[in-house]
């Protein structure tokens, strides 16, 4: 039995969720976009939903349904988070206790048996606490995933397999045991069968004649020690083979809680996140995936979740449509938001293609393969290598990893040498990703290549810059607008002096 919750039956990759999505491109990824304060806030501390985060939403979802499967159960655990909780606190606690239980790894048949036994047990009430679970939430749940789940653990779990295994476990327990042998070569017994305990409500007419059937009775003194050492040999042999049968049952059964813990981990971390966001007045969405190559993202109000954990002032958003555009180029005025506003693309992508909200009033992106970013590094302390060296180096790693269906994010690169030869540099990459049908957004200041590119772009190409406001504030919301000569000289300028920028005597350009 599989909880079915986070892929469709029929398209279960759970086995695709390794530790590889967060090796190389993925984890210079998660780190560029900040995901590890998404991992905390979902996690609150539970390094098990971290690591369940972690596995999930770096690896992106490829088709729509699939997608709008994963978002279906969600919308269900937000309508009823206790729900939810309750059945990740189930599994959770089943696989605790199993845990608790003496005896794994030992040999002895006797052990075996009565440790699974216990497990079989502990297992049982747990499957009984889902069942009411079930009972109590399958007719409010919309989704196919929890109606499908739902279903299949009332029909698996009923009352006839219930009272069954209570009363195959009860007679395991008992001291006594029926067993069935023949002789085999030299008068050993062979073929030991661990049979049924006859029915304690049996007539005494049927237990005489099963006694005369049975032939002749040997009795055993307790201070023979070689015939008790012959009976326990017997025993052992009789219940090893059903001593083995209970614990692969029980192994089948701690699979599923591992399962459905995992599974419902990831909707509880989505709970979580949700409500901190939530506490923040970020708005959220559930976002719209469309084909690949149908078109750009479209958005209003997105925001960057990451920058709104961090407490502090509201969160700007951004509204925007790329449209067909396979390169957004971002320049303006430093420190406007403009690597917040890749941040918070970046991270829409993640959680859309994860099957999660987004951070924003409303968004709408086409699926991409993967999310690959290009963000500055701290300088090597080591001195190994250059700092255009290191950022040629990850290029590399990126352009290796990229596919015809990537999203790609640059924020500064090639910002270590002089604009003439980073501006050649850029050039060269980012036509060669566009042309092999990667989308790229890149944040520059490189104006000259900016300039360029507006007036022969061999590509559709969407210009954005930070907004100011009427007093020329920084609103850190992006824009359409052209690319131009902008930056914060003339406001550092200012904030030096104490002195406004008109009053400087050098005139400024902003964009937007």
Same mark, same amino acid.
């Given at each position: 039995?599989?909880?079915?919750?986070?892929?469709?039956?029929?398209?279960?990759?759970?086995?695709?969720?390794?530790?590889?999505?967060?090796?190389?491109? *993925?984890?210079?990824?998660?780190?560029?976009?900040?995901?590890?304060?998404?991992?905390?806030?979902?996690?609150?501390?539970?390094?098990?939903?971290?690591?369940?985060?972690?596995?999930?939403?770096?690896?992106? =979802?490829?088709?729509?349904?699939?997608?709008?499967?994963?978002?279906?159960?969600?919308?269900?655990?937000?309508?009823?988070?206790?729900?939810?909780?309750?059945?990740?606190?189930?599994?959770?606690?089943?696989?605790?206790?199993?845990?608790?239980?003496?005896?794994?790894?030992?040999?002895?048949?006797?052990?075996?048996?009565?440790?699974?036994?216990?497990?079989?047990?502990?297992?049982?009430?747990?499957?009984?606490?889902?069942?009411?679970?079930?009972?109590?939430?399958?007719?409010?749940?919309?989704?196919?995933?929890?109606?499908?789940?739902?279903?299949?653990?009332?029909?698996?779990?009923?009352?006839?397999?219930? *009272?069954?295994?209570?009363?195959?476990?009860?007679?395991?327990?008992?001291?006594?045991?029926?067993?069935?042998?023949?002789?085999?070569?030299?008068?050993?017994?062979?073929?030991?069968?661990?049979?049924?305990?006859?029915?304690?409500?049996?007539?005494?007419?049927?237990?005489?004649? /099963?006694?005369?059937?049975?032939?002749?009775?040997?009795?055993?003194?307790?201070?023979?020690?070689?015939?008790?050492?012959?009976?326990?040999?017997?025993?052992?042999?009789?219940?090893?083979?059903?001593?083995?049968?209970?614990?692969?049952?029980?192994?089948?059964?701690?699979?599923?809680?591992?399962?459905?813990?995992?599974?419902?981990?990831?909707?509880?971390?989505?709970?979580?996140?949700?409500? #901190?966001?939530?506490?923040?007045?970020?708005?959220?969405?559930?976002?719209?995936?469309?084909? #690949?190559?149908?078109?750009?993202?479209?958005?209003?109000? =997105?925001?960057?979740?990451?920058?709104?954990?961090?407490?502090?002032?509201?969160? #700007?958003?951004?509204?925007?449509?790329?449209?067909?555009?396979?390169?957004?180029?971002?320049?303006?005025?430093?420190?406007?938001?403009?690597?917040?506003?890749?941040?918070?693309?970046?991270?829409?992508?993640?959680?859309?293609?994860?099957?999660?909200?987004?951070?924003?009033?409303?968004?709408?992106?086409?699926?991409?393969?993967?999310?690959?970013?290009?963000?500055?590094?701290?300088?090597?302390?080591?001195?190994?290598?250059?700092?255009?060296?290191?950022?040629?180096?990850?290029?590399?790693?990126?352009?290796?990893?990229?596919?015809?269906?990537?999203?790609?994010?640059?924020?500064?690169?090639?910002?270590?040498?002089?604009?003439?030869?980073?501006?050649?540099?850029?050039?060269?990459?980012? /036509?060669?990703?566009?042309?092999?049908?990667?989308?790229?957004?890149?944040?520059?200041?490189?104006?000259?290549?900016?300039?360029?590119?507006?007036?022969?772009?061999?590509?559709?190409?969407?210009?954005?810059?930070?907004?100011?406001?009427?007093?020329?504030?920084?609103?850190?919301?992006?824009?359409?607008?052209?690319?131009?000569?902008?930056?914060?000289?003339?406001?550092?300028?200012?904030?030096?002096?104490?002195?406004?920028?008109?009053? #400087?005597?050098?005139?400024?350009?902003?964009?937007?």
């Amino acid at each position: 039995m599989r909880p079915g919750l986070l892929f469709e039956r029929e398209h279960d990759d759970l086995d695709t969720l390794t530790p590889r999505a967060r090796s190389g491109p *993925a984890e210079a990824t998660a780190v560029d976009l900040g995901l590890g304060r998404l991992y905390d806030a979902m996690a609150r501390g539970d390094e098990f939903l971290a690591d369940v985060a972690r596995s999930v939403m770096p690896v992106p =979802l490829q088709g729509i349904e699939a997608i709008r499967y994963r978002q279906a159960v969600l919308a269900d655990c937000l309508a009823n988070p206790a729900a939810a909780r309750a059945l990740y606190q189930v599994a959770a606690e089943a696989i605790d206790a199993e845990r608790r239980i003496w005896g794994a790894g030992m040999r002895n048949p006797e052990l075996v048996l009565s440790r699974a036994i216990e497990v079989l047990e502990v297992f049982l009430r747990a499957l009984v606490e889902l069942r009411g679970l079930a009972a109590r939430n399958q007719a409010t749940c919309e989704s196919q995933g929890f109606d499908a789940f739902f279903t299949q653990l009332n029909a698996d779990v009923d009352d006839a397999f219930l *009272a069954t295994a209570r009363g195959h476990l009860a007679n395991l327990r008992s001291r006594s045991i029926h067993v069935t042998a023949r002789l085999g070569p030299g008068n050993r017994g062979t073929g030991y069968v661990l049979q049924r305990r006859p029915e304690s409500g049996q007539r005494l007419r049927s237990r005489v004649m /099963a006694a005369a059937r049975a032939g002749g009775t040997l009795k055993v003194l307790l201070r023979d020690q070689n015939a008790m050492n012959t009976l326990a040999e017997v025993r052992a042999l009789a219940i090893a083979p059903a001593a083995g049968a209970l614990t692969e049952s029980a192994g089948h059964i701690l699979a599923f809680f591992r399962r459905l813990r995992f599974e419902m981990g990831f909707y509880v971390g989505c709970l979580n996140l949700h409500e #901190t966001l939530r506490a923040r007045d970020v708005p959220l969405c559930i976002p719209e995936p469309v084909a #690949t190559g149908s078109g750009g993202a479209a958005f209003r109000g =997105l925001r960057d979740p990451g920058l709104a954990l961090l407490g502090g002032a509201a969160v #700007t958003g951004s509204d925007l449509d790329v449209g067909p555009a396979s390169l957004v180029l971002a320049t303006g005025v430093s420190g406007g938001g403009k690597a917040t506003f890749l941040r918070a693309v970046g991270l829409a992508q993640v959680m859309l293609q994860a099957g999660m909200f987004v951070a924003a009033d409303a968004f709408r992106a086409d699926l991409r393969s993967s999310v690959l970013t290009h963000f500055p590094r701290e300088e090597d302390a080591a001195m190994e290598r250059g700092r255009l060296d290191e950022e040629l180096a990850r290029l590399s790693v990126l352009v290796d990893a990229a596919t015809p269906h990537s999203l790609v994010l640059m924020d500064e690169s090639f910002a270590s040498t002089n604009e003439r030869e980073a501006a050649q540099v850029a050039h060269d990459v980012i /036509a060669a990703l566009v042309d092999s049908g990667v989308r790229v957004w890149f944040a520059t200041h490189l104006h000259q290549y900016a300039a360029d590119l507006r007036q022969n772009a061999p590509w559709p190409v969407l210009f954005v810059a930070p907004a100011l406001g009427a007093d020329g504030e920084r609103t850190f919301r992006m824009t359409e607008a052209p690319p131009g000569p902008s930056s914060n000289a003339m406001d550092l300028f200012a904030s030096a002096f104490g002195v406004p920028d008109h009053s #400087t005597g050098i005139q400024t350009e902003h964009s937007g």
